[in-house]
């Protein structure tokens, strides 16, 4: 679940920018969107029949604030004489399997796909073992608490048999009226 949590706070860090001409690179890209904070990653996809990017890229800020500031000053703004398209980036997850379907075969994610499910299998039986051990603990102090209980109902009881209890405990009651 943090994971899904993560991933999507990074949706809100990352802008898809579209529209961009031949002559943008990584470089340019950075240097135009830097002005709006601190920037953690810049990518622009490439075409692999002709090694140029494919007039889209992503840029991936710190702070979700900056993210948004760039996308309203940078929608609909110039650059190189190209009219960009700047909106959040959509999860790569959409596009399929775990990194997108565009660079890496379906199989690929198949290693990664197996130790979560290990992991999750574990956790799972973690998670049971825990619940276990707690009910058991729950159990033993209801116990505790039921033979607490019926110790004291012996010691009343008992009082109540003695004579000198008895006599004790109304003494007790005639001394308070």
Known sequence: M??????????KNTLYVGGLADEVNESILHAAFIPFGDIKDVKTPLDQA????????????????????????MDGAELYGRVLTVNYALPEKIK???QGWAAHPLWADADTWFERQQQEKEMLKMQAENKAAMETAEE??????????????????????????RAE???????DA
Not at 2 to 11: H, K, N
Not at 58 to 69: C, Y
Not at 141 to 152: P, V, W
Request: no cysteine; proline share 1%.
């Open 169 to 175: 405990a109304d003494a007790l009651s005639h001394g």
């Open 140 to 165: 033993l102090h209801r116990k505790k608490l039921a033979q607490d209980r019926q110790g004291e109902l012996e010691e009343d009881t008992e009082t109540i048999d003695d004579p000198m209890a």
């Open 2 to 11: 943090a994971a899904v949590q993560q991933q999507q706070a990074m949706q």
């Open 96 to 98: 399929g399997g775990e």
């Open 50 to 73: 002709n090694q140029k990017h494919r007039s889209f890229g992503f840029v991936t800020f710190l702070e979700r604030e900056d993210a948004s500031a760039a996308m309203d000053n």
